[in-house]
Structure formats: structure tokens, C-alpha cells
């Protein structure tokens, strides 16, 4: 079994749905980062969460520590958020920066 | 915000070629830089953590004589495939933390390199 295991593998959304990516790990982190992977293959940093929630325009990320579970929320989807979003934890007692990272989610968003 | 490049972006070499691949952290100072390598519909495999000023460490089942790292100032490392076959071939893509940053977890990666070894 993974340490970082998303939900769903594959999703796929009509614009303007509400859109939920789930993230759970075995481990106790430091920290939990949410990736976003263009087709290109460029990744860019959605949020880094250690506790509570955050809000970056339609993005959410919200992470229970009790619980060992992350979710990214995509408000009023676009066709333009289609891409492959990756969550990746900083494991407790690892060097800083070094992440594990989960199986990504293939989302694809159509118009 | 902080910008990691990767140099080149597209590689085709030679079975049996060295093919050298540089991650550059452009308005930061990276101590540390993380390289991965991915295939195809899979995610990021960590290979190695690459210090500056010193050896870099490798993960478990990553030769290190085959991917060679040199972190040999802190805004540059480079990772050497050596001796390359069709196996190889992936998409490698670094990160750097900023450890300047308040935030030591701030990670920013670089476009990656996709590799092809005819």
C-alpha cells in the first residue's frame, strides 16, 4: 500500500462543476502539498498545508491531521483547470523538501 | 515568485551517450535540490537529494554511478545520465525548497526534461 493514495484516478467534469480530490496518508507528515501538472508536464505548487484550510481563488485546500486526509476543491470549474493534480507530504523525521508523492488525478473538465 | 529552470527541455541521444541535464534555481539560493524521474501516466519517483558542497544522496535502488550529481554552486546542479539506453528514457524534473524562505517548505519545480535514448 502507498504511503499517499488519492481518490479518484480519474475524473472528469463538465465546466462549472464542483470538483473534489481526496488525499490520504499513512504516515505522520510535516507537511502536505497539493501539485498541479500541465500536459506539458510542468509542475507548478498549488498550496503547502500543515493544518486548517486555504483559499486561492477557486482553489481550496483543506487538510485534517487527525484524520490523516487532504481534500482540493475546484470551485466552478474550466476547461483550463484540466491537468493532473498531485498530492505529495513532507514525512515526519525526513530532511526538509523531501516529499512522497501520491498517484495523481487525471482531471479533465470539458466545456 | 521564485523560478527553477531546467536545461534542455527536450533531449534525443544515443544509446551508449552521456546526455547532462542542469536544474538552476534563477532568483534563489538552493542548498539542496531534489531530482525525480518520471514515466509515462505515473507519478514522481524521488531519485536523489543533491547538496551543495557535497555528495549527493541517493534513494534506494538508484545507481549512482549511472546518475551522477554535481551540486557545485547554489543556484546550479546538474545530473549526468551516463552511458544511456531506451530504458532511460522519462521525463526528469527537479525542485528546489527555498531555504531562505520563512516557509523551509516552499518547493518550487523546474519545467522538466523529457529524455529520449534511441
Known amino acids: 500500500k502507498n504511503e499517499v493514495e488519492q481518490s479518484p484516478q480519474n475524473l472528469t467534469a463538465q465546466e462549472e462543476e464542483f470538483i473534489t480530490i481526496n488525499c490520504s496518508y499513512s504516515?505522520?507528515?510535516?507537511?502536505l502539498h497539493w501539485l498541479q501538472q500541465h500536459p506539458g508536464g510542468g509542475i507548478v505548487s498549488l498550496f503547502m498545508?500543515?493544518?486548517g484550510k486555504k483559499k486561492h481563488g477557486r482553489l481550496i485546500a483543506t487538510i485534517n491531521i487527525q484524520e490523516k486526509h487532504s481534500s482540493l476543491h475546484i470551485t466552478a470549474s474550466h476547461p483550463r483547470d484540466s491537468a493532473v493534480y498531485i498530492c505529495?507530504?513532507?514525512?515526519?523525521?525526513?530532511?526538509?523538501?523531501?516529499?512522497?508523492f501520491g498517484q495523481g488525478t487525471i482531471l479533465t473538465v470539458h466545456p | 515568485g521564485a523560478v527553477v529552470s531546467q536545461h534542455p527541455s527536450r533531449v534525443i541521444c544515443k544509446s551508449g551517450t552521456s546526455v547532462k541535464i542542469e536544474c538552476r534555481s534563477l532568483?534563489?539560493?538552493?542548498?539542496?535540490m531534489f531530482w525525480y524521474r518520471q514515466f509515462p501516466k505515473q507519478s514522481l519517483m524521488l531519485m536523489a537529494t543533491?547538496?551543495?558542497?557535497?555528495?549527493?544522496?541517493?534513494e534506494q535502488g538508484v545507481e549512482k554511478d549511472k546518475f551522477l550529481i554535481n551540486h557545485a554552486s547554489l543556484t546550479l546542479s546538474t545530473l549526468t545520465v551516463t552511458s544511456a539506453h531506451p530504458e532511460d528514457s522519462s521525463f526528469y524534473i527537479c525542485?528546489?525548497?527555498?531555504?531562505?524562505?520563512?516557509?523551509?517548505?516552499?518547493?518550487?519545480f523546474g519545467p522538466g526534461t523529457r529524455l529520449t535514448v534511441l
Open positions: 505529495a507530504v513532507r514525512l515526519g523525521g525526513t530532511s526538509y523538501g523531501k516529499l512522497t
Open positions: 504516515v505522520g507528515i510535516s507537511a
Open positions: 525542485s528546489a525548497p527555498d531555504g531562505t524562505s520563512v516557509r523551509e517548505d516552499t518547493q518550487y
Open positions: 532568483d534563489f539560493q538552493a542548498t539542496t
Open positions: 543533491s547538496n551543495e558542497g557535497s555528495k549527493a544522496t541517493y
Open positions: 498545508l500543515s493544518s
